[in-house]
């Protein structure tokens, strides 16, 4: 007898499991302490910023902004397996309980990362409004119930395979959501937000009488629940190997400029091989974006020269940490093995390539600085970034891959 509560359990707790194996190498001790740094300085800037703000500031529009996109990504972690569409299909109809189990579970993660925005937003909200802090419950509550209407709305859309009903989908669930946060912490007259409640019932309503008769479209839902995890997986293997990682790959053809520029010759082989892997690479290309753009925004917006510096050699340390793997990147490949090249041009080119992209990422920082006009703090920032960068490379990046 097919027992869908007990197929659920045992989905659910092998993926906490497997993500708690991996969240033990990702939080470590020296991590957590940079998180630590990370989340004290943003914390005092963030206050600082708060108390500055002036009185016309559109802070309701950028809690809508930002809330709304919350809402608007609601996928149900479904905890479904490749060889489900040949095992489990033809149980479909007995995997409702499955399902509610799984957007039940959804909205109780995606409610607690709501949770915590909310909280980042809310002294925001509080400095210009009378209420304040006493509003953030009932707050809470409202938008966890519109959090469950988007979960229930996106398990509906994906009953369709064409990409414009999803593409609209997502924009017109965003303006809903955005405007219904705009009214509410503007404490719009409520027969406002009714209204809007009842167009969001009837979108619900529109798109379950059209999927009432459709099947589940299983590989969607696979690659969907496939991707998650394997975004997960790309930022689990910055920290340990993880088996489970499928390499994903890129072309990006108009980044061949930089590789024509490459000498032909035998010492180049690994610098040829590892700096194509970086560009084609989305986890090492866009790990590479996200915290120069990241990093960027922070020193731009800090006033403090020292804690601009000090930020700045944070981000190269993350940056430099998290490209680590990339040493190893060719080496479940017996090809490689097969190079006539001696090992040292391997490290060579590695530490010229880790050299070259966090020298890059300091310069950004230092252009950024500039900018401000603050020249001093750019000539300090250059160099801490140089001298940084060449002790990580050569002394504490060298002695991880030679441990």
Request: aromatic fraction near 18%; charged fraction near 15%; proline fraction near 2%.
């Amino acid at each position: 007898m097919f027992d869908d509560k007990k197929l659920w359990k045992e989905r659910a707790s092998g993926r906490v499991k497997d993500l708690g194996r991996y969240l033990r190498y990702i939080f470590n001790g020296h991590l957590v302490v940079v998180l630590l740094f990370l989340i004290g300085t943003a914390s005092f800037y963030y206050q600082q910023w708060i108390e500055n703000l002036p009185a016309g500031f559109p802070v309701e529009i950028v809690i809508a902004v930002v809330i709304g996109f919350l809402l608007t990504y609601s996928p149900v972690y479904n905890f479904l397996l490749e060889a489900d569409q040949i095992f489990i299909l033809p149980l479909e109809d007995k995997l409702k309980g499955y399902f509610l189990r799984s957007g039940i579970a959804s909205l109780v993660f995606q409610g607690y990362l709501l949770l915590m925005v909310l909280a980042v937003l809310m002294p925001m909200y509080a400095h210009i409004s009378i209420n304040g802090f006493r509003s953030f419950f009932p707050f809470f509550v409202i938008l966890l119930v519109l959090k469950a209407w988007n979960l229930a709305a996106s398990w509906r859309i994906d009953y369709f395979v064409q990409s414009a009903v999803h593409r609209w989908d997502m924009i017109v669930r965003y303006f809903i959501n955005a405007t219904f946060t705009f009214l509410l912490f503007k404490q719009a007259s409520l027969y406002m937000l009714l209204v809007i409640a009842v167009v969001c019932a009837l979108y619900y309503r529109t798109f379950y009488v059209q999927t009432k008769n459709m099947g589940l479209k299983w590989d969607r839902l696979i690659n969907q629940e496939e991707k998650r995890m394997a975004s997960f997986y790309r930022l689990a293997n910055m920290f340990t190997d993880v088996p489970k990682l499928r390499d994903t790959v890129k072309r990006r053809k108009w980044l061949d400029l930089f590789l024509n520029r490459m000498a032909f010759s035998q010492k180049n082989t690994y610098l040829y091989l590892f700096s194509r892997a970086f560009l084609r690479s989305s986890d090492y290309l866009g790990l590479f974006l996200r915290l120069t753009i990241i990093g960027a925004l922070a020193i731009y917006f800090i006033s403090f020269g020292m804690g601009q510096i000090l930020l700045g050699i944070l981000f190269l340390y993350l940056t430099g940490f998290q490209l680590l793997p990339l040493w190893n990147h060719h080496q479940n490949k017996l090809w490689v093995d097969l190079y006539p090249v001696e090992k040292r041009f391997k490290t060579a080119a590695f530490s010229s390539l880790l050299m070259t992209i966090l020298t890059i990422q300091s310069v950004v920082y230092t252009l950024l600085i500039l900018v401000k006009g603050e020249v001093l703090n750019s000539v300090l920032n250059i160099l801490a970034g140089l001298v940084f960068t060449y002790m990580f490379v050569h002394i504490y990046a060298k002695k991880r891959l030679n441990a």
